[in-house]
């Protein structure tokens, strides 16, 4: 009885601070909306600073990022043939935000290649990249 209560009580709070959410951020569009009710339940005190952060790269720079860089560990296109691991399909492993946090500070053996020679923007693109693989 005492979860049911608790459960209830999630819900009518998530779907406040989600009408409140979709007031404020309805400019935004997709990027407001893909989080869904339960990050905003759980996280709704990170959501303010997040937002802002999540700046979507182009992918189609990031593809020449890529080959400049990554396609030596990773194959072109990501599909696989040297010491890292096959990108395809990378988006169900980390999602564009784990995915620029891991290339900032990757583990070894892959390189750090953030602040130099990857700039912020060019991490974002490649990331965008990385994801539509
Ligand atoms: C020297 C080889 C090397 C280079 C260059 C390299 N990587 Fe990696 N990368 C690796 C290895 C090895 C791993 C796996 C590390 C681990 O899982 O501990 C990895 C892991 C990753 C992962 C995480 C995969 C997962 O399991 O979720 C991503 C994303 C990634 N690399 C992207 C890139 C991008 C983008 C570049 C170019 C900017 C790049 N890598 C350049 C070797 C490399």
């Not at 409140?20 to 990050?39: D, V």
């Not at 790269?57 to 010491?83: E, L, S």
Request: include cysteine; glycine fraction near 10%; aromatic fraction near 4%.
């Amino acid at each position: 009885m005492k979860s049911l209560l608790t459960v209830v009580a999630a819900c009518v709070l998530g779907s406040l601070i989600l009408a409140g959410c979709a007031k404020t951020t309805s400019s935004e569009g997709a990027n407001a909306s893909a989080s869904g009710p339960i990050s905003d339940a759980d996280n709704s005190g990170l959501k303010p600073t997040a937002a802002p952060a999540v700046v979507m790269g182009d992918p189609k720079h990031g593809a020449v990022i890529f080959k400049q860089n990554c396609t030596t560990c990773h194959g072109a296109a990501g599909a696989g043939g040297g010491i890292g691991p096959v990108l395809k399909g990378e988006k169900q492993r980390k999602n564009y935000a784990a995915a620029i946090v891991w290339i900032e500070n990757p583990q070894p053996p892959m390189p750090k290649l953030y602040p130099s020679p990857l700039s912020l923007s060019d991490v974002q693109d490649v990331a965008a990249y990385v994801e539509s693989l």
